[in-house]
């Protein structure tokens, strides 16, 4: 099963493996593994392992792409890949590989985590061209290790997080494929950044899960959610909690909450998305707008929203956003918010909102039966609006009046000027 040095071996190996049709366990190959540096090559069959493969700093696991498989077997409970004595190990390379969790054989480890595909940490590690498949927690879970690759995966059928940086900066999570992952209550984002921040979340698409999250950043500063397209999830689509971050033009679909939620973290970049279809009548909670503005000095600019439950753009008790140059139309799909723009205070006596700037905005609808009725819904409740400009707006195509303001007295020292639809 396993070779050193070997004239067989292939080129550049330190180690070779192969898989026999019997699927003999490996065991005494990953003890092999311990200690080595290099490459290990993983050839074509399957690998079956009750234990996990155990890596060291500097190391390459590298297999035959999808005629490298490595199966968990029955009853093994554990990860299929971890570092050497649960020591952060640096500069491991993990390619070309098949992971079959084998979910529907396996039960809770003996310590949390226990049913990854892969649980490391350490810096420079690379994850790439894997098919990760039923595992029992999780996909790829990666804790304080600087410039993390994880690019052109696959992860299927994982119900705790599909991909999790933490405590990390400078990751790169790239061209990933994923479906139905985060369905746990508890562990329930298929993508997750938490803590740590500066990381590209770019060009994945993730399909189905998130039972809270499909996209999550979690006090993860100056990332970029981009590109990315994020449909039929079970609650929000993309939450960007970290200060100074992006997300540009991503498409967003069929999501049961908010498609973007950028809150508790201020100067959020929200351009160019496409929305469509937020808020599923079996949807586990009742927040159904496009874009969600719980953030202070963030911009929402030429995004392409439609359908709603509620509101195209919603914001509260926040200060400096910009609403500029969006497509809103046919939203208020149920029956609430039925407006493309609302403004409202959810908070007690004298909570403001200051300094909103809603310009070059169009809101229309279009449907034999219309729900968008306003252009702009103002509901200060027992707080203020205040220093509001509202200018340049065409908010001729809904289907009531451009502007409707619930507490007029409320609203102070408004700029409303040059809008179409607007008596």
């Known amino acids: 099963m396993v070779a050193a040095h070997d004239s067989a071996q292939p080129e550049g190996a330190d180690y070779f493996c192969d898989g026999l049709d019997d699927q003999v366990e490996i065991n005494a190959a990953i003890i092999a593994f311990q200690g080595a540096t290099g490459m290990i090559k993983l050839l074509d069959g399957t690998f079956c392992i009750s234990s996990p493969i155990l890596v060291n700093d500097n190391l390459t696991l590298n297999g035959e792409d999808n005629d490298t498989v490595i199966l968990l077997v029955e009853g ?22 098949r992971i079959d969790g084998n979910r529907e054989n396996q039960s809770e480890g003996m310590t949390w985590g226990d049913g990854h595909a892969i649980l490391r940490a350490g810096h420079n590690a690379i994850y790439e061209n894997l098919y990760i498949e039923n595992c029992f927690t999780g996909g790829i879970r990666h804790d304080e290790g600087d410039n993390t690759k994880i690019i052109d995966n696959t992860i299927v059928n994982c119900p705790w997080k599909a991909l999790c940086l933490t405590e990390s900066f400078n990751g790169e999570i790239l061209r990933n494929k994923i479906y139905d992952g985060g369905t746990d209550p508890n562990e329930n984002v298929v993508i997750s950044c938490w803590l740590g921040g500066n990381h590209r979340i770019e060009d994945n698409i993730v399909d189905g ?66 929305i469509s279809w937020v808020g599923k009548p079996d949807s586990l909670s009742h927040e159904h707008s496009g874009i969600c503005m719980n953030t202070d000095y963030s911009t929402a600019t030429n995004n392409t929203i439609e359908y709603c439950g509620k509101s195209g753009i919603f914001t509260g008790s926040h200060v400096g956003n910009q609403i500029i140059g969006n497509m809103i139309s046919n939203c208020g799909q149920d029956g609430s918010f039925n407006s493309g723009i609302t403004i409202q205070i959810w908070d007690p006596e004298d909570v403001i909102n200051q300094g ?37 707006n065409d908010f001729s195509g809904v289907s009531s009046i451009g502007i409707k303001i619930w507490g007029e007295d409320r609203v102070r020292n408004p700029t409303i000027r040059n809008n179409l639809g607007v008596e």
């Not at 093994?76 to 590989?97: F, G, K, P």
């Not at 609808?365 to 509202?390: F, H, S």
Request: hydrophobic share 35%; charged share 20%; net charge negative.
């Open 76 to 97: 093994s409970n554990c990860n299929v890949i971890e570092d050497l004595s649960h020591i952060r190990r640096a500069n491991v390379c993990i390619q070309n590989l």
């Open 356 to 392: 909103t700037v809603i310009r070059n905005n169009i809101c229309y609808d279009d449907q034999g039966v219309p729900t968008q009725k306003y252009g702009l819904l103002l509901l200060p409740g027992k707080g203020y609006i205040d220093d509001l400009v509202v200018e340049d």
């Open 209 to 274: 899960g998130g039972y809270n999250t499909q996209i999550m950043l979690w006090d993860a500063p100056s990332c970029k959610v981009n590109y990315n397209t994020v449909l039929n999830g079970l609650n929000m689509g993309i939450v960007s909690r970290g200060e100074g971050s992006e997300c540009i033009g991503n498409t967003v679909m069929h999501c049961g909450e908010n498609a973007i939620d950028a809150g508790g973290a201020d100067h959020v970049w929200i351009e160019d998305n496409f």
